[in-house]
């Protein structure tokens, strides 16, 4: 099994930073990538940020230039950088991993940006 921990959501004014961190642990054998999506209220759950074992990112439109997605492969940890925060950037984000065709989720953290 493996498991998922994410850490970093809160309460931020718009324009402040957070940062997203996701630890993975228990049986990984092969990452083939991580990533977080977000779901906000009455919406569908979303993309947000996408690194590959090589290093090869994907970034939905709306967090261009602001977010950054990084991974740290000897810790099996991926974290996203949240910068220039804006109030429809208010959403649970959950983090994802996949591996050897299997995807693996975590319970999500909160994320609320104020006017």
């Known amino acids: 099994q493996v498991q998922l921990a994410e850490s970093g959501g809160g309460l931020v004014q718009a324009g402040g930073s957070l940062r997203l961190s996701c630890a993975a642990s228990g049986r990984i054998s092969s990452i083939n990538a991580m990533g977080w999506y977000r779901q906000a209220p009455g919406k569908q759950r979303e993309l947000v940020a996408e690194?590959?074992?090589?290093?090869?990112?994907t970034y939905t439109e709306s967090v261009k230039g602001r977010f950054t997605i990084s991974r740290a492969n000897a810790k099996n940890t991926v974290y996203l950088q949240m910068n220039s925060l804006k109030p429809e950037d208010t959403a649970v984000y959950y983090c994802?991993?996949?591996?050897?065709?299997?995807?693996?989720w975590g319970r999500g953290t909160q994320v609320t940006v104020s006017s």
């Open positions: 690194i590959t074992s090589g290093g090869m990112t």
């Open positions: 994802k991993l996949g591996t050897l065709g299997l995807s693996y």
